[in-house]
């Protein structure tokens, strides 16, 4: 009896500290100088990082199985990468990957829709590359 009792505590324990290694990944604004500050960038990124976040991020982490397209399509390119021995870095690196090329598709149509951000981000950025480049080292997954 007492050593099932133990053999319960520790399995319960090695859980516990299983799942507590998991950070959360924050979806903070990024502070920029005055000549890359373009206030309706970053709040639209901020908004999609927090639903990537909950809706993609957190159960593949969490290796809940895919319940959505998101979610299956950054599992798949997990699982081709790395089989199914993927770490919380892995999934910054594909998160990154994925959710940065929705976020080009988002402020590109952005750029169209506004005038005033697609005239702000002409002046502030050479190129779409440079653009992307910038707000995807701001706003990026943490890799560590």
Request: glycine share 4%; aromatic share 10%.
């Amino acid at each position: 009896m007492k050593i099932g009792y133990v053999a319960s505590l520790l399995i319960g324990a090695a859980l516990l500290a299983g799942c507590s290694g998991i950070k959360t990944p924050t979806a903070d604004l990024a502070s920029h100088d005055s000549r890359h500050d373009i206030p309706a960038i970053d709040q639209m990124i901020v908004e999609m990082k927090q639903d990537y976040i909950q809706a993609c991020y957190m159960p593949v982490i969490k290796r809940d199985p895919p319940i959505n397209a998101c979610q299956t399509e950054l599992f798949q390119m997990l699982e081709r990468r790395y089989h199914m021995n993927y770490t919380q870095n892995h999934v910054d690196m594909a998160s990154n990957d994925l959710f940065f090329k929705d976020v080009n598709t988002k402020i590109t149509e952005l750029m169209r829709k506004d005038r005033e951000v697609g005239n702000a981000a002409r002046r502030a950025f050479g190129s779409t590359n440079e653009m992307m480049a910038y707000y995807r080292e701001a706003y990026k997954f943490q890799t560590n």
